[in-house]
């Protein structure tokens, strides 16, 4: 059986003749990578997220078990957000189309992206974090302080929400500049 290191190795020979054959597929290769990679970090961030809501509905199960029916409002208004913001992130174009065919980004640029994907996985551990304070809090059915963090968790979705627009924006300002 073949070792996957003889794979790779046998698949990277086979894609650098292709390289060499082929004018303009290299760079291709590299914007439909890159296009990969985009999805890839959009699908985890909107299961990380779908994730956070599943937990935070049994925080709202354990609300309603205690009938707190304004507790109960705003944390439906945060699950509607939560569902806002996967859907918008599972369903977001995909930066670097490869029908760009003279498609540039200088070093700058692509580490402005990175910013943005740091501060986007730093956001949903803040919302993760948050959530989890929410359950202990229902847990201990402290009901005086939930809107405190309910109110948290929702500035976190928003700022959450911002920086993904703004980095969707800043990758379609990119191609069409670039």
Same mark, same amino acid.
């Given at each position: 059986?073949?070792? !996957?290191?003889? *794979?790779?190795?046998?698949?990277?020979?086979? /894609? +650098? *003749?292709?390289?060499?054959? !082929?004018?303009?597929?290299? $760079?291709?290769? %590299?914007?439909?990578?890159?296009? @990969?990679?985009?999805?890839?970090?959009?699908? &985890?961030?909107?299961? +990380?997220?779908?994730?956070?809501?599943?937990?935070?509905? @049994?925080?709202?199960?354990?609300?309603?078990?205690?009938?707190?029916?304004?507790?109960?409002?705003?944390?439906?208004?945060?699950?509607?957000?939560?569902?806002?913001?996967?859907? %918008?992130?599972?369903?977001?174009? $995909?930066?670097?189309?490869? /029908?760009?065919?003279?498609? *540039?980004?200088?070093?700058?640029?692509?580490?402005?992206?990175?910013?943005?994907? /740091?501060?986007?996985?730093?956001?949903? +551990?803040?919302?993760?974090? +948050?959530? &989890?304070?929410?359950?202990?809090?229902?847990? &201990?059915? @402290?009901?005086?302080?939930?809107?405190?963090?309910?109110? #948290?968790?929702?500035?976190?979705?928003?700022?959450?929400?911002?920086?993904?627009? #703004?980095?969707?924006?800043? !990758?379609?300002?990119?191609?069409?500049?670039?």
């Amino acid at each position: 059986m073949e070792g !996957i290191r003889d *794979k790779v190795e046998r698949e990277r020979t086979l /894609l +650098k *003749k292709i390289e060499l054959a !082929i004018p303009g597929f290299r $760079g291709y290769r %590299k914007r439909e990578d890159a296009r @990969n990679a985009d999805k890839i970090l959009r699908d &985890q961030l909107a299961d +990380k997220l779908h994730h956070i809501r599943d937990e935070f509905e @049994n925080v709202r199960k354990t609300i309603a078990n205690a009938m707190e029916l304004e507790l109960m409002g705003e944390s439906g208004k945060i699950i509607n957000l939560m569902y806002e913001i996967e859907g %918008k992130i599972r369903h977001a174009e $995909g930066g670097y189309s490869p /029908l760009v065919s003279d498609f *540039k980004i200088d070093v700058d640029e692509i580490y402005k992206i990175y910013e943005w994907d /740091l501060a986007l996985l730093d956001r949903i +551990k803040s919302i993760g974090d +948050k959530v &989890q304070e929410a359950h202990s809090m229902a847990m &201990q059915k @402290n009901w005086a302080n939930m809107m405190d963090i309910f109110m #948290e968790i929702e500035n976190e979705l928003l700022e959450f929400r911002k920086i993904f627009d #703004e980095r969707v924006y800043a !990758i379609a300002n990119i191609l069409v500049e670039g």
